[in-house]
């Protein structure tokens, strides 16, 4: 204990990393709260209203083939999102490795992987609203809560996919041009890797909390 | 090469670009001492409005109706007021005033890790001031909930503001804490990245470690704040009832802009939201203030402070303590009687650490070579003014006294002294202090010593008072007194003299400005280094020290920040950039 205290408050850097990197994760801590704090919200109210919260298996369910499959249209996205994870990890190992055309081409994969789940939430909300009639100050399916909540959380999250989309393309397209030749071993990959790998992550517990519970 | 290695000698190998035309130089400036004099100006300019509407709020109290302003004048100065000081006043200034120029200073760094983010950071704050204030252009004005915002109060007809103020206010905030964000990642960045060498974290400056800690605190509280705002927002704009619950209005179920019916929310959300930024901003306020008093009391005294590991860890443990004690705000708010235990205690928890801060100050002071300069006045006064707060507190961290004094002037005055009071005195004894470091001029002594004097005693006769008439059963946020028997004679009488107190209190506020311009234009030109002070900052080759600070190589530290009285040494201070050898023998350094 002591060691790591002495460890940490040495001089210059207390922790051997970039600048900018310290910085992503200081802000991701930051928004984790911003994410949690949303999500507290959400379960202190489904705890104590007094209308029935809908079933989730039913809302979500998309009809396919004559039947409800219930949360198919979530598990395509989520397995798409994960996916994208991936596709980034290659990608932040390429440019470890200084490869500059895998770095590029998987960025861009994840690009996409993020531009497919954006519009399948597009998809979905419309689902929603249109067919189902799910308004933010009611539905046909108990607790008025549970439209405003899906919209202003899936909402909030979509916007960080959608950032984090136009960010990927812009570093994708200043690695491809070769702008980080020399002055820095690409460290800037692994920064945006590490947002996406968080707004993934953010995913992850929403589904968990909003459609499996 | 190590990574840390790297970023430092890219950092000394840089050549450093000095911007040429004004608007670069002055408006559109990366330069962290640049930034930092923009924070000081606007939000002080914002602290005068914040006055202003003071006035008129005691102007009514002490005269009702004398001056014809109007209920809805009333609560919308009270709002405005509140929110004014505790975030667009004391946050802006300390953090992003005083954070911004001492930082890269006092660590030997030559500007702030993301000098372009750090000038967005002070723009998005001038944006949201003039967001804040626009709200009195919108229809129906300001809101004029309170600085707490509670709904469901703030979004029923019959509140001023419940319709645009509001949304104003909401988007106001959420600017401000986009900027204190990217001000914030700034300065933790810095804090931990880019110390000079040899500036290892346990010889920073305590107000160094104070600004890292609050910002810390900030990062994690302004999100409860913003989250709030958003659902907040949302309720007034696209209907939701998150925080409204089923509400009747003279016989009416009360109905959201599309006219449906707010059912089922949850305003003790909001509370507990609200609360969980609320306390620990009272911190990212209250521990600046420790850290400059720290900084004043050691340079001023001559001496070491007292316990610096100690002051240390004190200052984590409050960090990590304020994030458990918000629900003290709402003991009468109807939670469960057993959390309102926990927070009790927690609440009398962290008075410890707070007390061993204002030992360890005394003990400093003990035996010291006290010059009593201006800034040890301020000090002096503040560690007075910060005790008689402290204690208030307890008595409301207690349950059963709480729910007598709850929303009454005893509250007002509670929190007047701690955080209205002490960051002033704090602030102006910083201001005095670091001034010839930012313009190579002093400020007057005479001038200082008036302000002082004169916000130091009339302090207390503003708020020692208030404490009186909230035992006496007076309540806050009340327009009028008029028809309320048990708000006695010699009450009323009460509010006349505050009236009058703090029209004279808030006049001499006007007489620090005056000094502050005055100072700038004719104050007495001073030496480098006119406090003999240890730390970083004032060991730069010119004074006011230039662009990138360190003109040619990045000092080293070699001591810890407070080398004070060594005995032995030639001079009663050993700047920390002194190497070990250069003292004469027997000079030990404190780490
Ligand atoms: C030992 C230290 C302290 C204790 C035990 C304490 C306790 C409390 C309690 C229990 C309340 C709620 C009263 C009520 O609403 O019924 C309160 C209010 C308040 N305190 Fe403190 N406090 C302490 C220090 C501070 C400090 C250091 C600051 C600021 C720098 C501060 C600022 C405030 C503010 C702004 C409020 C009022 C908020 C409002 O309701 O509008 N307090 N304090
Ligand atoms: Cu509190």
Same mark, same amino acid.
């Given at each position: 204990m002591n060691d790591l205290v002495k460890d940490w408050s040495s001089d210059v850097s207390t922790f051997k990393i970039r600048w900018s990197k310290a910085m992503m994760w200081i802000f991701l801590i930051s928004d984790t709260f911003i994410f949690g704090t949303f999500l507290i919200s959400y379960m202190a109210i489904r705890l104590t209203v007094v209308d029935s919260w809908p079933d989730t298996s039913q809302v979500f369910a998309l009809h396919v083939g004559g039947t409800d499959v219930p949360l198919l249209l979530i598990a395509i996205m989520t397995f798409i999102l994960i996916s994208s994870s991936g596709t980034m990890a290659i990608a932040v190992n390429a440019a470890n490795k200084k490869d500059k055309r895998k770095t590029g081409i998987f960025m861009l994969l994840t690009v996409l992987g993020g531009i497919a789940f954006v519009s399948m939430q597009a998809f979905?909300?419309?689902?929603?609203?249109? #067919?189902? =009639?799910?308004?933010?100050? /009611?539905? #046909?399916? =108990?607790?008025?809560?549970? /439209?405003?909540?899906?919209?202003?959380?899936?909402?909030?999250?979509?916007?960080?996919?959608?950032?984090?989309?136009?960010?990927?393309?812009?570093?994708?397209?200043?690695?491809l041009a070769g702008r980080y030749d020399g002055i820095d071993d690409y460290q800037i990959v692994e920064v945006a890797g590490l947002y996406w790998h968080f707004v993934d992550l953010v995913w992850v517990f929403i589904f968990a909390f909003f459609y499996l519970w | 090469m190590q990574d840390a290695e790297l970023n430092q000698t890219f950092y000394e190998g840089q050549t450093i670009h000095h911007p040429k035309s004004w608007l670069t130089k002055y408006v559109f400036s990366q330069d962290h001492k640049t930034v930092a004099i923009q924070y000081f100006s606007l939000s002080l300019l914002t602290g005068v409005v914040g006055v202003i509407l003071s006035m008129v709020m005691r102007l009514q109290l002490g005269f009702p109706g004398l001056f014809d302003i109007s209920p809805d004048t009333y609560y919308q100065s009270i709002t405005m007021h509140g929110m004014i000081m505790v975030i667009y006043l004391l946050t802006a200034i300390l953090l992003g005033g005083f954070g911004n120029f001492l930082i890269p200073l006092m660590l030997g760094a030559r500007d702030m890790a993301f000098p372009f983010v750090n000038m967005m950071s002070v723009h998005f704050y001038a944006l949201s001031v003039i967001l804040l204030f626009a709200s009195y252009l919108v229809p129906g004005g300001p809101t004029g909930a309170g600085w707490t915002l509670y709904p469901p109060q703030v979004l029923l007809p019959?509140?001023?503001?419940?319709?645009?103020?509001?949304?104003?206010?909401?988007?106001?905030?959420?600017?401000?804490?986009?900027?204190?964000?990217?001000?914030?990642?700034n300065y933790v960045t810095t804090v931990l990245q880019s110390r000079a060498r040899g500036m290892t974290l346990m010889r920073m400056p305590l107000v160094i470690w104070c600004i890292f800690l609050a910002t810390v605190i900030g990062l994690l509280a302004f999100p409860a704040l913003l989250v709030a705002g958003i659902m907040l927002l949302l309720d007034r704009l696209i209907g939701s009832s998150f925080f409204m619950p089923d509400i009747f209005q003279f016989g009416q179920h009360v109905t959201n802009v599309f006219g449906t019916e707010y059912e089922g929310g949850s305003p003790l959300l909001f509370q507990h939201l609200f609360w969980f930024f609320g306390h620990p901003e009272v911190y990212i306020v209250a521990l600046p203030m420790f850290g400059i008093v720290s900084e004043l009391i050691s340079c001023h005294a001559r001496k070491n402070i007292f316990g610096y590991k100690m002051m240390v860890w004190a200052l984590i443990a409050i960090t990590a303590v304020s994030f458990i004690v918000w629900a003290h705000h709402m003991f009468v708010a109807g939670m469960n009687p057993v959390l309102g235990f926990f927070f009790a205690t927690t609440t009398l928890i962290i008075a410890i650490p707070t007390a061993i801060k204002v030992y360890n100050w005394v003990l400093t002071l003990w035996k010291a070579d006290i010059h009593m300069t201006v800034p040890m006045y301020y000090a002096v006064g503040f560690i007075f003014t910060f005790i008689i707060g402290g204690l208030g507190g307890l008595f409301l961290g207690n349950v059963s006294v709480d729910v007598e004094l709850s929303d009454t002037y005893f509250v007002v005055g509670h929190f007047h002294v701690v955080m209205g009071i002490s960051p002033i005195l704090a602030l102006c004894g910083g201001v005095h202090h670091w001034f010839p470091l930012i313009t190579g001029r002093t400020m007057n002594n005479f001038l200082g010593k008036i302000h002082f004097w004169g916000t130091f005693a009339g302090a207390y006769l503003i708020y020692i008072p208030m404490h009186y008439l909230g035992l006496g059963g007076v309540l806050r946020r009340y327009y009028d007194f008029k028809g309320l028997a048990y708000v006695s004679d010699s009450l009323h009488d009460m509010n006349v003299f505050i009236t009058l107190a703090s029209i004279v209190v808030g006049l001499i506020q006007f007489l620090f400005l005056f000094n502050i311009v005055w100072s700038y234009f004719k104050g007495k030109k001073v030496e480098k280094n006119p406090w003999k002070a240890t730390t970083l900052e004032w060991q730069t080759t010119t004074m006011p020290p230039g662009h990138g600070n360190w003109p040619n190589k990045l000092p080293t530290v070699h001591r810890g920040p407070y080398d004070y009285s060594v005995p032995g040494a030639s001079e009663d201070y050993i700047p920390q950039n002194v190497p070990l050898e250069a003292e004469t023998e027997g000079g030990s350094s404190h780490e």
């Open positions: 979905e909300w419309t689902k929603l609203i249109v #067919d189902e =009639g799910i308004r933010p100050w /009611g539905n #046909d399916f =108990g607790a008025q809560q549970f /439209g405003s909540f899906f919209f202003m959380i899936t909402g909030f999250h979509g916007l960080h996919v959608l950032i984090g989309v136009i960010y990927l393309s812009i570093v994708s397209k200043r690695v | 019959g509140t001023p503001g419940y319709d645009w103020g509001i949304v104003m206010m909401i988007l106001s905030v959420a600017v401000f804490i986009i900027a204190f964000t990217m001000g914030g990642l």
